[in-house]
């Protein structure tokens, strides 16, 4: 396998696993930790890195007092992080079965368990994101079995989610967590998350007609 397209296909499963996980659910001390340590994923959090409040609180304390409480507003209460939200005329949320995302997770075996995200409906951002998660695991596994034609099915299915839903309304979404965020580190995430979603959807948009080449 092509060790560039390995590497590529491995940074996109890693961050897509981290942005769904940051926007399913509160950040912990752990996470937060591994966060701050390593270099690189702390590159995608500048403002929060230079924050004053990290020399003034430990992480407990900056969870509990700061970005636990950005999260429930930016993530639960005041904005709205579903698709059916932002593209059906009434602004109404579609929690049913017929919600178009549901029926493509069904079509695919991706089981959501709600209660246990903690979320309405199959639209939730860090659901979405999750599924793209998987199709990269997937395509990432094809690819390692020199399976040519799944793995490319998989990174077309990419970019169809991408441009039928992801990009229909995550970015306005996003802008408005940027907007509302109370906390550098919950900025810098809607940020970096947007600046990612469209700069993978561009990739997929040159890559999705490209043959794979390969390496031995």
Not at 86 to 98: I, L
């Amino acid at each position: 396998m092509n060790d560039e397209l390995k590497k590529e296909q491995i940074a996109r499963i890693n961050i897509y696993a981290l942005l769904s996980r940051l926007t399913m659910s509160e950040v912990d001390e752990g996470l937060l930790k591994s966060i701050e340590e390593d270099e690189n994923i702390l590159s995608f959090f500048p403002t929060y890195a230079s924050w004053n409040k990290r020399d003034k609180y430990e992480k407990k304390e900056l969870i509990e007092q700061y970005l636990n409480v950005d999260f429930t507003n930016l993530f639960l209460l005041h904005l709205i992080p579903y698709e059916s939200f932002y593209t059906r005329e009434d602004q109404m949320m579609e929690t049913g079965g017929d919600n178009p995302v549901q029926a493509i997770f069904n079509a695919f075996e991706f089981k959501v368990e709600l209660d246990k995200a903690r979320v309405m409906a199959a639209d939730h951002i860090g659901i979405e994101l999750e599924f793209m998660y998987e199709l990269c695991k997937a395509e990432l596994k094809a690819l390692e079995e020199e399976d040519l034609e799944v793995a490319k099915q998989l990174a077309q299915l990419q970019y169809g989610f991408m441009k039928d839903h992801i990009i229909e309304w995550m970015p306005m979404y996003l802008i408005n967590v940027k907007n509302e965020s109370g906390t550098a580190f919950y900025f810098d995430l809607a940020e970096f998350t947007l600046e990612f979603i469209m700069s993978d959807f561009q990739y997929l948009n040159d890559f999705k007609d490209k043959e794979y080449k390969y390496t031995r």
